[in-house]
Nanobody
Framework: QVQLVESGGGLVQAGGSLKLSCAASGTTFDSYTMGWFRQAPGKEREFVGAITWSGSRTYYADSVKGRFTVSRDNAKNTAYLQMNGLKPEDTAVYYC????????????????WGQGIQVTVSS
């Protein structure tokens, strides 16, 4: 397994931007697909976006497509979630997750998870 630590969350006004980071340790980072998920109060955890192990492919939930960008720096063992055009409905706890050579979006397929970080968007 890989250990994951998120950072960069906080409070932002609607229309603003935030960039989350997910630092990984304990494994060969460049063999892991990195995913981002979120969970709002009273709702189920949902897929946000992901980037494959080589960085060759990214894919997103329809709700964030065109606003959010997932990237990674394998030299720094870090994945990122750039969030632009934030809306109040983006308010949630955001989690990064990792799984070796996976190219889907099912949360149950990801074996390693960060502790989560709060993102709050005010209207």
């Amino acid at each position: 397994q890989v250990q994951l630590v998120e950072s960069g969350g906080g409070l932002v006004q609607a229309g603003g931007s935030l960039k989350l980071s997910c630092a990984a340790s304990g494994t060969t980072f460049d063999s892991y697909t990195m995913g981002w998920f979120r969970q709002a109060p009273g709702k189920e955890r949902e897929f946000v976006g992901a980037i494959t192990w080589s960085g060759s492919r990214t894919y997103y939930a329809d709700s964030v497509k065109g606003r959010f960008t997932v990237s990674r720096d394998n030299a720094k063992n870090t994945a990122y979630l750039q969030m632009n055009g934030l809306k109040p409905e983006d308010t949630a706890v955001y989690y990064c997750a990792a799984e070796r050579y996976y190219s889907g979006s099912y949360d149950t397929a990801f074996g390693s998870w960060g502790q989560g970080i709060q993102v709050t968007v005010s209207s």
